[in-house]
Nanobody
Framework: QVQLVESGGGLVQPGGSLRLTCAAS????????MNWYRQAPGKQRELVAA?????????NYADSVKGRFTISRDTAKNTVYLQMNSLKPEDTAVYYC??????????????WGQGTPVTVSS
């Protein structure tokens, strides 16, 4: 069974930093772009960071996190990271990893992790 497992969330003070990790495990052929989403209490899930699918190295970031968050990927480890700096209370949410994973020659599955909670509070 293919899984995406997030880690690194926790409680941090405003202005602090956290680094989230998402690792893919199980048997699969390939993984597409690995993205980060978040869902704050009472709000819809929103995209935080997603590499562009046009072959460029650019990344789409939510306006609210531009300049503070950075996504990076270790392809060899099937792992994606989200470095979050200058955290604000409004960044409080459950953060989810997402990717389309090719499990067989003809099967692609849109896969979500279980989420890791981030709380920014003094």
């Amino acid at each position: 069974q293919v899984q995406l497992v997030e880690s690194g969330g926790g409680l941090v003070q405003p202005g602090g930093s956290l680094r989230l990790t998402c690792a893919a495990s199980g048997s699969f052929l390939s993984i597409g772009p690995m993205n980060w989403y978040r869902q704050a209490p009472g709000k819809q899930r929103e995209l935080v960071a997603a590499p562009r699918s046009d072959g460029s190295t650019n990344t789409n970031y939510a306006d609210s996190v531009k300049g503070r968050f950075t996504i990076s990927r270790d392809t060899a480890k099937n792992t994606v990271y989200l470095q979050m700096n200058s955290l604000k209370p409004e960044d409080t949410a459950v953060y989810y990893c997402n990717a389309v994973i090719r499990t067989t020659a003809f099967k692609y599955t849109n896969t979500w992790g279980q989420g890791t909670p981030v709380t920014v509070s003094s």
